[in-house]
């Protein structure tokens, strides 16, 4: 008897389905939004956004908490009067933290998002889900005006996560309502 | 072969079934009211994008570019998924899919498992099949646990709670979390965070659909809102994701497209609050045991129809769900499938791949062929289109009907202008049974009509006597 | 300008007084209207309802009865878009079929036809007319230019009324809880006339609104085009 795998593929050639035209792509790839569109944007899905020039300052806000960080986040952004907690954590740990400090991979102007893809000043994906609050630092340059651009600048083989403001559901009477299983609090600060 | 479960076993054909759901009160105003204000929402958000047309002729080109070279891109989806860690299963039905994941779990010593939401497992049955294999499946999203919580029906592809409003839910989880909450929609939304918390931190075995997978990268995209999608793509050791063999994507680029499509089709965002995309194993980041289970299940004969693949470009976004009068007034549920509505409509008569069964052939006579859905759906598919076509396929298959007797005299009658007008001479002998010019009752199966409409008093000489005698 | 009225089965059976005042209008607009007596039907019902077969020879027959004829026009959006959309499908090439609206406005280029007619009217896009053939807002442009005329606005116009053809009598009573909700919005207007440019949509909302007795009465947009001060419409059914 054939394998479900062989049988699949043999009625998919069965079908013969003919072949097509190249895809068209006569939308727009470029984008022209910047700082000013993304933090609007951010803004809209009731995350909290701050434009700094300094980042150490803007982080006098933890002050007291206890925050998990990355080991690799710059070393001026573990300001003093915060308890930092550092990897290994387990899940506990993570749960029971006050939040979390990343850096990001990518955002995108036109939709207000924030791609974390694990690499230098983000950690492994536990570490932005289990803690109630997320601060997330990006970069003006980190910034793509549209979706293509963004996707250009990502290596999708890495773990990425796209952010758009808090966890959120729309799951009752089609209403969205913030917080849900993913930190409840999103803050951004674009560092100008 | 065993029965499709992407239909419910007993379920009634569709005009029975909304003649139940057309009385339930309450079912008409949720829906009125939900599909009221996501219709509202997203025309919002597709508004204000300048090249949204571009960006569904796209979707609808790279969807039927997928669908031309399937075997080969399943095959390069394989290598890649393979080469970065993870096993890859093929199922022909929902029977060999279960027994795959079963067969998963089992191995994990797994009891419990934790789901994300997903067409897919709903489609093949599968939190049914692990039940009676001795694992229970926890549906984490919010409305799919409300539906389980519920003993309820899926009845929407996005939001399979629709047609329960706040006070219904309320109702739901005191029963059964045996909480106290009130049916504001931020308490009802924290009671399931509380309820799933530590079934999210202890799951040793997560089960995932898929959005997209990426053939030359080897990516599986999930978008969701809620975070539970990433609590169970991230935290338990063991991955397994169920997807269609149609959720192809040739490239990372042509995410681009479907990124843009589907958020703002489906929750009418920008963007959708989390979308998680893996590809294989991480060391050190997630799930490190990664299986994709690639199911058929009737897609590779729904490939055989010219007109009917088009189906399987589908997103599953729901716009056209929200957009339909039809939906809107019986509900999901009247469909007897996990897909409802217009696609649901097209898609399922052609996974269960028999006209004979009648429940599957009264589907595509759900629609007044109004277009509504072709209008709004992201990846074009002309539902109205494969609706005539599968209606051609359910007449073929009952044979002869009264009504197929009646529809080839009607065209006999067409086919000759004379024999035409003879009927019409005889039709307008109708008029006597007229008072105030208007027949308020007729025989079956005119009476179908009169039962809530008055039909017009033929006029004593129609347009072509007229004519005839007038310029003639 | 030589025009073939397709007068479609429906109308010139039911409604001869539409296509009378099609024929009243075009004239009126310089046009030498003929109406070829072999037509029948388009075939539409046949289509839609599954019976491909039996449409075929029907498409086939409207090629051969109108193929010499630049231009045709239909007082209705639903057969025009069949022939146009559909009929190649069958296999066939037909002659250029307008809806009325679009004709006029499109190929006579006139949105003022001269028309008086002192009511209240609402109207109803009906979604072939809408979706099939894109006439978006030309029947509205040519009534605002009637003379008397008091147009308002329905709520929810672009939703369907629930006719569908066979689906009116197949899924009857998913049929009428779609009827309910289009004459609520009717009848929310106040207006004393509901207009629409397919008399197959207008049969099944008149039809309602005949069985309860409302009073608001159902006219096809070319009867309100063609009258005028010195021909006026008159309620004759």
């Keep these: 008897m054939a394998s479900a795998k062989e049988e699949i593929l043999a009625r998919i050639r069965n079908a013969k389905v003919p072949p097509v035209a190249p895809t068209v792509r006569g939308y727009d790839r470029e984008g022209t939004g910047g700082v000013e569109l993304f933090a609007e944007r951010v803004a809209d899905y009731r995350a909290i956004v701050h434009v700094v020039t300094d980042v150490p300052e803007a982080l006098e806000r933890l002050k007291g908490k206890r925050i998990v960080a990355p080991h690799d986040v710059p070393a001026e952004w573990l300001v003093d009067g915060v308890t930092w907690l550092h990897e290994p954590l387990t899940i506990e740990e993570l749960d029971q933290s006050d939040g979390v400090l990343t850096g990001c991979a990518v955002a995108i102007a036109d939709t207000g998002t924030i791609v974390l893809d694990g690499s230098e000043g983000q950690g492994r994906r536990a570490l932005t889900l289990l803690p109630d609050y997320h601060l997330c630092v990006v970069r003006v340059d980190q910034i793509a005006a549209s979706v293509p651009e963004a996707l250009q600048r990502l290596e999708p083989t890495r773990p990425l996560t796209f952010i758009s403001g808090p966890s959120a559901t729309s799951d009752i009477e089609l209403n969205r309502v913030e917080g849900v299983h993913g930190p409840r609090t999103l803050e951004v600060l674009i560092v100008g | 072969m065993a029965r499709n479960p992407v239909t419910w076993l007993g379920s009634p054909t569709f005009p029975k079934a909304a003649h139940e759901a057309l009385a339930d009160t309450q079912l008409r105003q949720n829906l009125r009211k939900a599909t009221g204000t996501i219709r509202g929402r997203r025309a919002a958000a597709v508004g204000e994008m300048t090249d949204w047309e571009q960006l569904r002729v796209a979707g609808e080109q790279i969807k039927d570019d997928v669908l031309s070279r399937l075997d080969t891109l399943l095959l390069q989806l394989e290598e890649s998924v393979t080469a970065r860690g993870g096993v890859v299963h093929w199922a022909r039905d929902a029977e060999e899919a279960n027994k795959i994941v079963l067969d998963l779990c089992r191995a994990e010593n797994a009891r419990e498992v934790v789901k994300v939401k997903s067409m897919a497992t709903a489609e093949i049955g599968l939190n049914e099949a692990l039940e009676a294999g001795g694992v229970h499946a926890i549906e984490t999203d919010l409305a799919e646990l409300i539906v389980q919580l519920g003993d309820d029906r899926p009845s929407h592809i996005l939001v399979p709670a629709i047609h329960r409003n706040r006070s219904e839910i309320r109702e739901i989880f005191q029963r059964r979390m045996g909480v106290e909450v009130s049916d504001e929609p931020a308490d009802l939304a924290e009671a399931a965070r509380v309820y799933l918390r530590e079934k999210f931190l202890t799951a040793k075995v997560a089960i995932s659909g898929a959005n997209f997978a990426v053939a030359d990268s080897g990516s599986i995209v999930v978008l969701e809102s809620e975070g539970n999608g990433r609590m169970c793509l991230t935290l338990p050791e063991t991955l397994i994701t169920v997807m269609g063999i149609e959720k192809l994507v040739p490239t990372w680029q042509d995410l681009e497209v479907f990124l843009q499509l589907l958020p703002r089709s489906s929750t009418a965002e920008r963007m959708n609050p989390y979308t998680s995309v893996w590809t294989g194993v991480t060391p050190g980041d997630g799930p490190q045991r990664f299986h994709l289970v690639l199911i058929d299940n009737g897609r590779t004969a729904t490939l055989e129809d010219s007109v009917g693949r088009q189906a399987l470009r589908c997103i599953r976004c729901s716009a056209c769900l929200n957009v339909c009068p039809v939906y809107e007034r019986t509900g999901g549920q009247s469909y007897g499938s996990v897909y409802p509505g217009p696609i649901g409509a097209i898609l399922t008569p052609q996974l269960v791949g028999d006209m004979h069964d009648p429940q599957a052939a009264s589907l595509p006579f759900a629609s007044s062929l109004c277009g509504a859905c072709f209008e709004v759906c992201p990846v074009r598919i002309d539902i109205p289109s494969v609706l005539t076509h599968l209606r051609a396929e359910a007449v073929e298959a009952k044979g002869r009907t009264a009504e197929s007797v009646a529809m080839a005299a009607a065209a006999w009658v067409f086919r000759e202008a004379s024999r035409y007008e003879k009927a019409q001479k005889a039709g307008s002998l109708a008029r006597f049974l007229a008072r105030d010019g208007r027949i308020t009752s007729l025989p079956w199966p005119g009476s179908k009509w009169t039962a809530s409409r008055d039909v017009p008093a033929p006029p004593s000489e129609s347009f072509r006597a007229w004519w005839r005698k007038n310029r003639g | ?237």
Excluded at chain 3, 34 to 46: A, I
Excluded at chain 3, 70 to 94: F, K, N, Q, Y
Excluded at chain 3, 123 to 137: A, E, K, N, Q
Excluded at chain 3, 212 to 234: C, F, K, Q, Y
């Design chain 3, 1 to 237: 300008m030589r025009v073939a009225l397709f007068a479609t089965c429906l109308t010139d059976t039911f409604f001869p007084e539409t296509a009378r005042a099609v024929v009243r209008l075009l004239e009126r607009l310089g046009c030498s209207v003929e109406f070829p007596l072999d037509q029948t039907c388009c075939g539409q019902m046949h289509f839609n309802t599954g019976y491909r077969e039996h449409s075929k020879p029907l498409a086939r027959k409207y090629t051969d009865v109108f193929g010499d004829y630049d231009h045709v026009v239909a007082p209705s959006g639903s057969c025009a878009g069949m022939v146009r959309e559909v009929h190649p499908t069958l296999g066939e090439s037909p002659p250029r079929t307008f809806e009325l609206a679009e004709f006029l406005v499109d190929v006579l280029g006139v949105t003022d036809v001269g028309a008086w007619f002192p009511h209240r009217v609402t109207y109803h896009p009906t979604c072939h007319s809408l979706r099939m053939l894109g006439v978006g807002d030309k029947p509205l442009a040519l009534l605002r230019a009637v003379k008397a005329l008091d147009l308002v606005e329905l709520p929810d116009s672009t939703h369907c009324c629930g006719f569908g053809g066979t689906f009116a009598v197949k899924n009857a009573e998913t049929s009428t809880a779609m009827l309910a909700d289009k004459m609520t919005s009717v009848l929310s207007t106040g207006a004393e006339v509901l207009s629409a440019g397919d008399n197959s949509c207008l049969m099944h909302i008149g039809g309602g609104l005949s069985r309860l007795r409302t009073g608001v009465r159902p006219v096809h947009l070319a009867e309100i085009l063609a009258s005028t001060e010195e021909d006026p419409w008159l309620a004759t059914r």
